[in-house]
């Protein structure tokens, strides 16, 4: 008879520290243990575009204060288009000098002062992506990044993937079971990691000099997959 060490979802709290409780299992005939991974795919309900504006100025006050009135429009034209205000969140805001190097005399020489404001913005209309970065542009963004596309709840989808898995799974080590002369299963533990995959997050950067096309930029938005890893192991019985 062999023993299975299993761990246990419960804690032991010892002395302050805690540690995994390990649960043993008896076992009679060989163990197999898989890895099987399962993915669902999607069609994607949530994109997320970064926007930020960049400006210059000879002093720190006013490169700071042209850059609010610029990153106000953009706002204003956001929530115009219909974006809620919980999903336009600042994700940086920067102040730098700016300096150039001159060759002849070999020195950095200030240029001035350049300020940065930069927000992420979820879009629950897919559709509507491309009208958007173009909105952006016309309201004084000066760079853009994404779109990313993403599914807002993956319960489903991760619940499909982790059924596909737990079959896969027992099929395959019932397999192994028969090749090796057994008929059945028992199963001794099923430990998850789960991953969620996007589209693709192409980088698409915009100057505010940039001529806008009479029709809205392509944005293909594709499918996304959510992902469940499952190890299984099983004792083979007869």
Known sequence: ?????????????????????????????????????????????????GAGVTTDAPTAVEALRLNSVEMRKVIDRLKALGVAERDIQTTGINLNARYDYDQRTQRQVFRGYQASNRVSVKLREVGETGKVLDALVVAGATDLDGPRFSLEDDTQAKAEARRRAMERARAQSLEYARLAGYSDLRLLEVNETITG??????????????????????VQPGMVSSSVNVTVKYEMVR
């Open 197 to 218: 995959r996007s589209g693709p997050f192409p980088q698409m950067r915009a100057v505010a000099t940039m001529d806008v096309a009479e029709e809205s930029a392509p």
């Open 1 to 49: 008879m062999k023993q299975l060490l299993v761990p246990s979802l419960g804690l032991a709290m010892i002395a302050g520290n805690a540690h995994a409780a390990e649960v043993q299992i008896s076992t009679e005939g060989p163990v197999v243990e898989l890895t099987v991974m399962e993915q669902v795919e999607a069609d994607p309900d949530l994109v997320t575009v």
